[in-house]
């Protein structure tokens, strides 16, 4: 690793203070964030410029432009900050000072990870854990997180990904909505009523897959699965899930599978930053495929 120059390197608060600035879009969301006044973060940010000789962002109106310079800088900053941030939580984790910090989606953690986590604690009773349920791809750097769980074919920026477990996806419905089939045709399902959560935009390309045309369906939108399987399990729709998380469902009868997808790219992966992980991430990510 070649050595820090810190003799050309500019103060770190005025870093500091244009990443928080860039990120929030403004002096004033930066200055709450970093709990400065306004007018410190705007000191900061034009001293940083006097020292770069470069002009970084402006104001025009009531938006805040940055120049293509500031926009590069901003995004290595945060990369940076993120990258300490994150190394920072492995630490506090390593050395019990801190959980260990996994994101996830909601229906992953309570349909197939809470009634298993009992067993990680009984074989890692010192290792505590902070499950933070979203369906967004969030910056694991940027927002100090060890671990995730994602959805999909393994490959996002930024993050090292590991198989988990394969995620066939079947088309289900309530009995009460299928009137005894247990089988339909794209034809039959488009002409059903359908429940879908919100920012998932895979489940619309995996639903074209099956020469369904997604602008053409009736959806009832929830904003989480937790309250789309619910809506399905009532019979207000059709619904797209990884058949992992309404096992139960299947199994039961509440839910009956009546497509079942062939692709099978789409996974289950444990994502993380670039990096060394701390000894209760790799206790974690062991047993977690020990599982499946």
């Given at each position: 690793m070649p050595s820090l120059d810190w003799r050309?390197?500019?103060p770190l608060a005025a870093l500091r203070a244009f990443e928080a600035a860039a990120r929030n879009g403004g002096f004033s969301a930066a200055a709450r964030e970093l709990n400065v006044t306004h007018a410190a973060v705007a000191q900061q940010v034009r001293a940083l410029e006097a020292v770069l000789g470069l002009p970084l962002m402006w104001r025009e109106g009531r938006s805040l432009q940055i120049s293509p310079e500031g926009a590069r800088l901003a995004q290595a900053l945060s990369e940076g900050f993120g990258t300490i941030q994150a190394a920072l939580a492995g630490l506090a984790a390593e050395?019990?000072?801190g959980p260990l910090t996994v994101t996830l989606p909601p229906a992953f953690a309570s349909h197939w990870l809470m009634p298993r986590l009992a067993r990680f604690w009984k074989q890692h009773p010192d290792i505590s854990l902070s499950l933070l349920p979203d369906h967004r791809v969030i910056d694991l750097r940027r927002e100090g997180v060890a671990l995730g769980i994602r959805?999909?074919?393994?490959h996002w920026p930024g993050v090292r990904a590991e198989f988990l477990t394969r995620a066939p996806q079947v088309v289900v419905g309530a009995p009460a909505l299928l009137g005894g089939r247990t089988s339909l045709s794209p034809v039959e399902m488009a002409a059903l009523p359908w429940v879908r959560e919100a920012d998932w935009p895979e489940q619309m390309e995996l639903l074209q897959s099956i020469g369904l045309?997604?602008?053409g369906l009736r959806f009832t939108e929830l904003p989480n699965e937790e309250l789309a399987l619910s809506a399905v399990r009532e019979g207000l729709?059709?619904?797209l899930e990884s058949?992992?998380?309404v096992?139960?469902?299947l199994k039961s009868g509440r839910l009956v599978p009546v497509y079942e997808l062939p692709d099978d790219r789409t996974g289950f992966y444990v994502v993380y930053p670039p990096g060394p992980l701390s000894r209760s991430a790799r206790s974690f990510v062991s047993w977690l495929k020990a599982e499946v």
């Open positions: 050309r390197m500019p050395t019990g000072g959805f999909g074919d393994g045309d997604p602008d729709g059709l619904h058949a992992a998380l096992a139960d469902d």
